[in-house]
């Protein structure tokens, strides 16, 4: 079983950015893609950001340009940076972890708490 335990949310104001930290317990990590979720009230989860094991990045359009996903498998970690955040982007963030093949499930964290509010 697979743990991942994030880290780095919080309440900004508009226009100000968060990094969001996501750590697993794997010793394999390198061969998991990884991506990051968020759930808003009323909403479904959805697909904020996803990295494949080869770099291979995919952001859902109302990101684009604002977030970044990166990891480092040494640290076996994966890190969301937020930039220009909008109220629009408060929800609960996910990580999630796939093994091979990749498919869903895969692991999921328990979710940190991103709220944006002036």
């Known amino acids: 079983q697979v743990q991942l335990v994030e880290s780095g949310g919080g309440l900004v104001q508009p226009g100000e950015s968060l990094r969001l930290s996501c750590a697993a317990s794997?010793?394999?990590?390198?061969?998991?893609?990884v991506a990051w979720y968020r759930q808003a009230p009323g909403n479904e989860r959805e697909l904020v950001a996803s990295?494949?094991?080869?770099?291979?990045?995919n952001y859902a359009d109302s990101v684009k340009g604002r977030f970044s996903i990166s990891r480092d498998n040494t640290k076996k970690t994966v890190d969301l940076q937020m930039n220009n955040l909008e109220p629009a982007d408060t929800a609960i963030y996910y990580c999630?972890?796939?093994?091979?093949?990749?498919?869903?499930?895969?692991?999921w964290g328990q979710g940190t708490q991103v709220t944006v509010s002036s």
């Open positions: 999630n972890a796939r093994p091979p093949p990749w498919g869903l499930p895969g692991y």
């Open positions: 794997t010793h394999i990590f390198s061969r998991y893609f």
């Open positions: 990295l494949t094991i080869h770099g291979t990045t």
